[in-house]
């Protein structure tokens, strides 16, 4: 109750909300702070004892003269993101910072992209040179390095893990897309298919969400009772030609997969483009499946793909709010945040 009436008092600062403007109703404190409609009605009814809230059964929910600035406001959120990662995302990255900016409209935004090579060289100077201005930061980690996730974790940082953290760092928060339904979602598409021989290919820079989603693809594999030698993984470079050469030699394999599962739309590429080379038939070619969220431009030759149930500026408002709950002490509710995720088929789309 304590943590929901914190998290009401950041959401009214965060909106620069003042005395007599109009507050969510109880529905919608219940559906935005993802709590049951009872327990927000609880802490507003307390909120409005304390006169933050003020409540009038036919008018509605008003800001009470009671709210006060916040001293925990942020004055600068960073984003903490490797180069090569944000050049291939910065569309949907650029739509997350426009929601978390919706939630902390004072605050600025630093990009810091980090190297790819020195990832956590780079995220130890950036937090010096924070430290030495009177900033009150905010860091939102979208990397899949333990080590770096670690360091904010054992300094105590207000930070925010954009993706799936490693154990050592769990109660760090963190929002991600339900990475568990991904593989279980994206793996029953590959077998209605009636394929047999499936392939997963992984970028090089692994992190723990892909483990939990090639977890849940094995389990699939063994519930259909697969044979070890049906379900081939493979860690792909980064680099576009090793990633094409890498798909390629498991086309080569005498029993060589008819299905491949691509985690990124790099490796989708790199896919594409050795079935293109190898040749193949319509009818011989190896279907291709994506993890990843696809722009319509993309769907061509893709039988399946994932795609998170809000958009990535909802994402964004909601890692605004956890954040906003970080910097004033307190530990968002929930810690971790799974996105719900949906299947889009792409096999009629390319019929017409």
């Known amino acids: 109750m304590a943590r929901l009436s914190q998290l009401i008092r950041s959401d009214i600062r965060s909106r620069n909300l003042r005395p007599g403007d109009r507050y969510l109703t109880t529905e919608e404190v219940a559906e935005r702070m993802e709590v049951a409609k009872g327990t927000a009605n609880r802490a507003m009814q307390e909120l409005a004892r304390e006169n933050v809230l ?18 925990a ?9 490797r180069r090569s990662y944000y050049m291939n995302e910065r569309h949907r990255l650029n739509e997350v910072l426009s929601g978390v900016l919706s939630v902390l ?5 630093q990009l810091s992209l980090a190297p790819d090579d020195h990832e956590m060289m780079f995220a130890e100077r950036l937090v010096r040179t924070n430290r030495t201005n009177a900033f009150k930061v905010g860091y939102l980690i979208a990397s899949k390095s333990s080590q770096v996730q670690s360091f904010f974790y054992q300094e105590d940082l207000p930070a925010l893990v954009m993706g799936t953290p490693f154990p050592h760092g769990e109660r760090m928060p963190s929002i991600d897309m339900d990475q568990e339904a991904i593989g279980q979602e994206i793996f029953r598409a590959a077998l209605a298919t009636g394929r047999r021989r499936f392939a997963v290919i992984l970028r090089d820079r692994r992190g723990f969400g892909d483990d939990l989603m090639l977890n849940a693809i094995t389990a699939e594999a063994m519930r259909e009772g697969l044979s070890a030698g049906d379900l081939i993984v493979r860690s792909v470079p980064s ?63 893709v039988c399946a793909s994932i795609a998170p149930a809000v958009t990535a500026a909802e994402q964004g408002r909601r890692m ?15 810690v971790h945040v799974a996105i719900d995720v949906l299947l889009k088929d792409h096999s009629q789309a390319d019929k017409h």
């Not at 003020?54 to 001293?71: E, Q, S, Y």
Request: glycine share 8%; net charge negative; aromatic share 2%.
């Open 54 to 71: 003020i409540r009038n059964r036919k008018l509605g929910t008003f800001v009470g003269d009671a709210i006060t600035p916040d001293p």
């Open 73 to 81: 406001s942020i004055d600068l959120v960073c984003l903490l993101v």
């Open 105 to 109: 409209g004072q605050a600025s935004v």
């Open 239 to 301: 680099d576009p030609e090793l990633a094409v050469g890498s798909v390629q030699h498991l086309l080569n394999m005498p029993d060589r997969p008819d299905a491949i599962i691509c985690r990124s739309r790099v490796l989708l590429t790199a896919a594409r483009e050795a079935v293109r080379a190898a040749g193949y038939t319509s009818m011989q070619a190896p279907l291709l499946f994506s993890t990843d969220q696809l722009p319509v431009e993309d769907h061509a030759g």
């Open 320 to 334: 605004g709010e956890m954040l906003s709950a970080i910097m004033a002490g307190v530990e968002p509710d929930p």
